[in-house]
């Protein structure tokens, strides 16, 4: 296995730890925010990178494993 390829197996796994944590800045702008139009902002960005990081976090699950492990 050469080494970009290793990266490339590796690499959803950054990026879906990078968007939980972005998802978690959503639901902080959420919970303490007073205004109800940013409320719903943080709200749907939360949702969305939620779903994101989960997809990314899978499938660089399934491809670390697959590779290392399989």
């Known amino acids: 296995m050469l080494v970009w390829q290793m ?10 730890i990078m968007t939980l944590v972005a998802s978690l800045i959503g ?4 919970l303490m925010s007073n205004d109800n139009a940013t409320r719903l902002l943080g709200f749907n960005w939360f949702k969305r ?5 989960f997809l990314l976090l899978s499938v660089g699950l399934f491809m670390t494993f697959g590779r290392f492990w399989g």
């Open 27 to 30: 639901l902080f702008a959420y």
């Open 7 to 16: 990266y490339f197996s590796i690499l959803p796994i950054g990026l879906g």
């Open 49 to 53: 990178l939620i779903i994101v990081a």
